[in-house]
């Protein structure tokens, strides 16, 4: 086997500065605001939110590291309130008069509780800290509202294929070890086809493949593929294919199979998966995949959501599976993502700016009125079956349709309804 070193490429390849950072140009690039956070000393409290893999804590470093403030680590996995109440007395200790207050990093801070959340508050209302947390989630679910308030949140981006090439080239031309190999690269699909825009995947698989030989070294798409089939466990944590098992999930799911449904719930749940991020992923399926022909669907999935933020694992496990199996046993309908889709399609790229029709238009001053705003408008309520034939499109798009009745029970009715309503309008 090829001789390896016990520190792994992506960390022997982590940038030392800005200048090194591959990708979230938007945020690094010239005038960007974490060059101006360097350049002026000025770094207020922030949340890091993007995929795994893109670089958070990298760049949590960098900017400590160009400041030369002390930063202080958590990871919200294994730390519990008395944790943090130490770090930030820790941190106070450090803080003199008039100086810049250190950093208190926390990772995967979406997984900290309301108490752990809150006895963050203090500190960071004081100064004594300048948070910054990283997440795979998005914040505005998972942050209390007055820590929120208090922090900048930066989206990341997972790395496009162009920049999984900039990443690869320099692994190749400047690590040690794998220059010393020769390796001619032929095909990159399967290698940035399971990474997955995750910077650090690619440089595992690139570990895992450099491993698995010695000598000279040509990389295709057979080469990745039989090296991640033989190191499996090495490639994804816990020996689980996260993407792939929520991928698994979701099209059981949405494929009526309540029983795989329930199979790939009980791997994410063993395999540590936050009950919240399945939870989430179920919202989010009964209003894309169940839709109008259950509309329950939806409020038993918010119901799981809100009971899973109450009462945590391991009784979490019980409404993640009734909802599972409910959703996935449910009649299904992508009506309305479709017909959303369409019109916002329509709407982005419809340079018209079609004005609103006049009769419905609101007038709430004299002026609007004198103007015909609201004129001639029928009030439904005052006709029988509380339903008065008028046009409500913008002219030019009169009779245009988005939404479309799937073909089930429930808008079988509600087909029938704008039929009888609209007379073949719609």
């Avoid at 992508?334 to 009769?359: F, Q, W």
Wanted: aromatic share 8%; glycine share 8%.
């Amino acid at each position: 086997m090829a001789q390896q070193s016990n520190i792994p490429l992506a960390e022997r390849l982590r940038p030392r500065t800005l200048d090194d950072y591959i990708g979230q140009e938007h945020l690094v690039g010239p005038g960007g605001v974490f060059r101006k956070f360097i350049e002026t000393g000025n770094v207020p409290s922030f949340i890091l939110w993007g995929p795994p893999g893109v670089g958070k804590t990298t760049l949590a470093r960098l900017v400590a590291g160009a400041l030369d403030r002390k930063m202080f680590t958590l990871s919200a996995i294994n730390s519990g309130v008395k944790d943090v109440r130490e770090v930030i007395e820790q941190a106070r200790k450090q803080k003199f008069f008039n100086t810049p207050a250190p950093f208190l990093f926390i990772d995967e801070i979406h997984r900290f509780n309301k108490a752990q959340q809150d006895s963050l508050l203090g500190a960071v209302e004081q100064g004594d800290i300048t948070l910054v947390g990283a997440t795979t989630e998005n914040p505005s679910f998972e942050v209390i509202s007055p820590l929120l308030s208090r922090c900048q949140v930066y989206v990341l981006k997972a790395m496009d294929d162009a920049q999984l090439q900039e990443l690869l080239d320099r692994a190749l031309s400047t690590d040690a070890i794998l220059r010393e190999r020769h390796i001619e690269v032929r095909e990159t699909g399967a290698l940035f086809g399971f990474a997955g825009g995750d910077a650090r995947k690619l440089l595992n698989i690139l570990d895992i493949v450099a491993g698995a030989s010695d000598g000279d070294l040509v990389i295709d798409d057979r080469t990745v593929t039989d090296a991640l089939q033989q190191n499996i466990a090495t490639y994804d944590k816990n020996g689980e294919m996260h993407y792939d098992i929520i991928s698994a999930f979701i099209k059981s799911v949405r494929g009526s199979d309540p029983n795989a449904a329930v199979y790939y719930l009980a791997r994410m749940l063993n395999a540590g998966e936050d009950p919240k991020f399945i939870a989430r992923r179920l919202v989010i399926l009964a209003a894309e995949d169940i839709g109008l022909a259950n509309p329950n669907g939806l409020l038993l999935a918010n119901a799981c959501f809100d009971t899973v933020h109450k009462i945590g694992m391991p009784e979490a496990r019980i409404p993640l599976a009734e909802a599972t199996i409910y959703l996935a046993t449910s009649p299904k309908s992508n009506s309305a993502y479709m017909a959303i889709d369409r019109a916002m399609g329509l709407a982005a790229k419809d340079t018209n700016n079609r004005p609103v029709p006049l009769h419905i238009r609101n007038a709430p001053t004299k002026l609007m009125k004198e103007l015909d705003y609201g004129k001639n408008y029928k009030y439904a309520h005052d006709f029988e079956g509380n339903f008065a034939e008028q046009e409500f499109m913008p002219a030019g798009l009169e009779g245009r349709r988005f939404y479309e009745p799937g073909n089930n029970p429930k808008e079988a009715e509600i087909a029938r309804r704008i039929a009888s309503l609209w007379k073949g309008k719609y």
